[in-house]
């Protein structure tokens, strides 16, 4: 799973293909679209520091594999 968590604006403006999209801010709602805390989540933002925090918030809640990837700044694939 590839975790979007930027603002909803941002998202839409551009992200990496096959992400969803949870805003930092929201990150307790994971638990209601990632409902196997065993699934492997990788965790990006803007330049890495939304996704670090995230990743330590679904840590909190239960995750096992969360990874935060850094940020979509450094990314040289394709978004949409």
Same mark, same amino acid.
């Given at each position: ?10 998202? #839409? +403006?551009?992200?990496?293909?096959g992400s969803i999209n949870i805003p ?5 709602? #994971? ?24 990743? +330590? #918030?679904?840590?909190?809640? +239960? ?7 850094? +940020?979509? #700044? ?7």
């Amino acid at each position: 799973m590839l975790l979007d968590v930027r603002s909803e604006n941002e998202f #839409a +403006g551009g992200h990496i293909p096959g992400s969803i999209n949870i805003p930092v801010e929201k990150i307790s709602e #994971a638990e209601h679209i990632i409902r196997d805390h065993n699934t492997p989540v990788f965790v990006y933002c803007l330049r890495g520091t939304r996704s670090r925090r995230a990743a +330590g #918030a679904m840590k909190k809640l +239960g995750y096992q594999q969360v990874k935060s990837i850094g +940020g979509i #700044a450094a990314y040289k694939g394709e978004t949409e």
